[in-house]
DNA sequence: AGCACGATTAACT
DNA sequence: GTTAATCGTGCTC
């Protein structure tokens, strides 16, 4: 009896848990990318929620993809993109900057999808007093910025997504139609040979937040 | 140990 | 439009 109580309350947390769990992103990089788009990232902070609909991303994909870190195969800091799917990599760049991924894929298969814009919807006081003095619309509008906005850096690398305790995790969002999305080149990749250099990994999308 | 570079940002002209 | 800041990472010696 105790039993079967704690398996239909295991169920209904599954059904109405409004996270994204692993098998969201045990799937193709592209499609992962693409639906991410009206997703909602959630940082806690102890008992706090900051958090924000996820409006661009960019798909780096495998050690062919010359744009993708692990390109140069397995080191210390690509580990985690061979790591299974569902956990945060997060990365240092430029001497400043932290940037967060997502990893995808099947473990073993290096690859990820880059935050690199969302619309702040939770925890606005804590993000603007890191903003502080730069213009609202440009909070959490590059990866860096998502990074300082949402306090995350190299002790939220590897962490997993989907565990009940989670730092960082995802949650179902709004649909986004195919209407609303902006695909493209990624961004930043100068150095980098075709055709990695221009392929259309990236996705933005038009987002208007409720009322406006 | 030394070197070149980077999935950026902010402040310039 | 251009450019400086800044340092971990990966590669070479």
Known sequence: MLCRIGCLWLNWRMIS???LGRSFFDRPT???????LGTRLVRMEGEQRTAGIIIETEAYIGEKDLGCHASAGVTPRTRVLYGPPGRAYVYFTYGNYWMLNFVTEREGFPAAVLIRGIVPTEGIDRIATRRAGRPPKHWTDGPGKICIA???GKAQNNNDLCVHDAEIFVEFGENIPDSCVTPGPRVGLNGVPEPWKSIPWHFLARYEPQGA
């Open 30 to 36: 592209l499609q992962v990318a693409r639906e991410l």
């Open 17 to 19: 848990s409004k996270r």
């Open 150 to 152: 949402l306090e995350i």
